[in-house]
């Protein structure tokens, strides 16, 4: 039988799947590929973007595997371009079209990008297209606490804010933030991008006290912290084996030795200077 992964029910009270493919840095060929591979081990979660070029290979993924689209949850982004009311609404609406779809699960500005300052417009439309049924939730992404307290105190609580999260950045006092609003968290480049960090005792050791890999202990790591993580593979066998991650658990030691990775490290980029 399929293993499915479990759902966070989201403020508006969508349920979204903890485990999302990611499909950054794939082109729409090898996208169709990795989201009908991931689709049919079991994924129901797929992260895409209007900036990955690529929606319209997770279309076609979505239609190669044969499964329904309702038992599918989408999540995309947009660009800075958009950042409006009218601008989130053209942009949902290129969505559809190229995903092939008639409403999307989760809708993210994609990056903040505070030297245009539309963000929080970007967040009023929105709202405006949840309320018209174009979208089931809608949410934020790279958004630090003061551009979170921002959009808030102009009356709209995003359901997620997808982060850079993983065990040398914990994101600690974020993670408090969203927990205090009532927002989820969904890690992107959960794996570090197959960093160095896969290789520390602390998670090798883990990996096997419960005879799993050390990709396996993180993502484990991140949903055991109730957060949601879009590792991305183009490859059938590493996708099964970052789902195959709900039939353990770590202990309070494990979690603690892991989540000491953190020493501070920066991210890969600076919301307050990068976007697109
Ligand atoms: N909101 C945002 O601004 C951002 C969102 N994202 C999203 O997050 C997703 C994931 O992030 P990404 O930066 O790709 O990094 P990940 O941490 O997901 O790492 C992906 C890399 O790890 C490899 N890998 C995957 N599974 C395993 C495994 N079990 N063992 C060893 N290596 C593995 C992949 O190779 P292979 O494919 O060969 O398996 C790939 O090279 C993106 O695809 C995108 O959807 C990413 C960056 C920013
Ligand atoms: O992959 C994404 O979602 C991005 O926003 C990219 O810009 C990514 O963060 C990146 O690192 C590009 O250099």
């Not at 053209?90 to 190229?98: M, N, P, T, Y």
């Not at 408090?176 to 609003?181: A, M, T």
């Not at 005792?201 to 109730?226: D, E, F, N, S, Y």
């Not at 993580?229 to 195959?244: F, G, I, V």
Request: proline share 5%.
């Amino acid at each position: 039988m399929t293993t499915l992964a479990p759902t966070l029910t989201l403020a508006g009270g969508a349920q979204m799947p903890v485990l999302a493919l990611g499909t950054w840095p794939m082109n729409d060929a090898e996208t169709a590929d990795a989201v009908d591979s991931a689709l049919r081990s079991g994924y129901r979660h797929i992260d895409t973007a209007e900036n990955y070029g690529n929606e319209r290979g997770v279309g076609e993924g979505l239609r190669r595997s044969g499964i329904p689209r309702e038992e599918v949850f989408l999540t995309t982004k947009f660009n800075r371009a958009h950042h409006s009311v009218d601008g989130a609404r053209a942009a949902c609406e290129v969505s559809l079209q190229r995903l092939g779809v008639e409403q999307l699960d989760l809708l993210l500005v994609h990056w903040p990008n505070p030297d245009q300052d539309r963000y929080v417009d970007a967040v009023r439309g929105l709202a405006a297209l949840r309320e018209e049924g174009l979208i089931r939730a809608f949410g934020v992404s790279n958004f630090t606490q003061p551009h979170l307290a921002r959009v808030i105190d102009a009356g709209f609580l995003p359901e997620v804010n997808q982060i850079q999260l993983d065990p040398e950045h914990g994101r600690a006092e974020l993670l408090r933030v969203h927990r205090e609003l009532g927002i989820a968290t969904t890690a992107y480049t959960p794996l570090g991008r197959a960093g160095a960090f896969l290789a520390d005792p602390a998670i090798t050791a883990a990996a096997a006290a419960h005879g799993k890999t050390a990709a396996q202990v993180v993502l484990r790591w991140h949903v055991q912290q109730g957060i949601a993580a879009a590792p991305k593979s183009a490859n059938p066998e590493r996708q099964r084996e970052n789902l195959d991650i709900f039939d353990f658990a770590l202990s309070d030691a494990e979690m603690a030795a892991i989540s000491a990775l953190d020493v501070g490290a920066p991210l890969h980029h600076d919301p307050e200077e990068f976007g697109h």
